[in-house]
């Protein structure tokens, strides 16, 4: 089995919340390599990049306004199965429905209408991960 990059994005709401060591020690706990980090202050250029496929969509630009409210912890990390692995440990994407055991359903908080405040981001597909790793480091 091949080893695979995803991208990991602490978002704004794990970053202000003090969380970003914590969520990233989870990952490296699980036996995931962590290959690059940085903190960014995200452009909206960077970010329409980075959720094109929902550019139109009624959540679009809440997502986009949230994700420019703060620094985001962008990280890189390499693993069999890591794409897999790491959404498995993120939770579903509603906090309040998140498994216990997950990062979103431990520390996830219920801000009614706003799931993307939901801590984290992991690319779902390895095309996916190669686009957004590149956008975010280049």
Do not use: C
Not at 87 to 109: C, H, N, Q, V
């Amino acid at each position: 089995m091949s080893v695979e990059r995803t991208l990991v994005l602490v978002k704004p709401d794990g970053v202000a919340r003090g969380l970003t060591g914590t969520i990233l020690a989870r990952v490296e706990a699980k036996g995931y390599k962590l290959v690059q980090l940085k903190l960014v202050d995200a452009t909206r250029e960077l970010l329409e990049r980075h959720y094109e496929e929902h550019i139109g969509k009624p959540f679009y630009e809440p997502l986009v306004e949230f994700m420019l409210s703060g620094p985001t912890a962008a990280a890189v990390f390499e693993g069999q199965r890591v794409i897999e692995g790491f959404r498995s440990l993120a939770g579903t994407t509603e906090p309040t429905l998140a498994a216990p055991g997950t990062i979103r359903g431990d520390f996830g908080r219920d801000w009614g209408l706003k799931v993307q405040q939901n801590l984290v981001h992991g690319s779902d597909s390895p095309e996916s991960a190669a686009r957004e790793i590149g956008i975010w480091f280049g």
